[in-house]
Nanobody, 120 residues
């Protein structure tokens, strides 16, 4: 069984920074695109950033220039460095991964989420 475990959320003041981590574990043959999504209270879940296995990245317009997604393929881990955080960044952040397991089955799995709160 494959699972994702997120960490690094918390409370930060406006203008501050946080770094989220998401580690994939289990019977993983190949990790493909990994990404971060977020959901604020009363709003739909939205894409924050994605990164392919080759390192190509994609960002939501609202976070470009402030957030950086990266990955460590040796550790099956994806990171989200968040700088210049604003109250509107407050949300539960979810990790997602597309992968093939050792059975050759394609899966798209998500993590349990980590709360990010930006407030003074």
């Amino acid at each position: 069984q494959v699972q994702l475990v997120e960490s690094g959320g918390g409370l930060v003041q406006p203008g501050g920074s946080l770094r989220l981590s998401c580690a994939a574990s289990g019977r993983i043959l190949s990790l493909m695109t990994m990404g971060w999504y977020r959901q604020a209270p009363g709003k739909q879940r939205e894409l924050v950033a994605t990164i392919t296995s080759g390192g190509s990245t994609n960002y939501a317009d609202s976070v470009k220039g402030r957030f950086t997604i990266s990955r460590d393929n040796a550790k099956n881990t994806v990171y989200l460095q968040m700088n210049s955080l604003q109250p509107e960044d407050t949300a539960v952040y979810y990790c997602n991964a597309d992968l093939y397991d050792y059975s050759g089955r394609h899966q798209s799995i998500g993590g349990q989420g980590t709360q990010v709160t930006v407030s003074s």
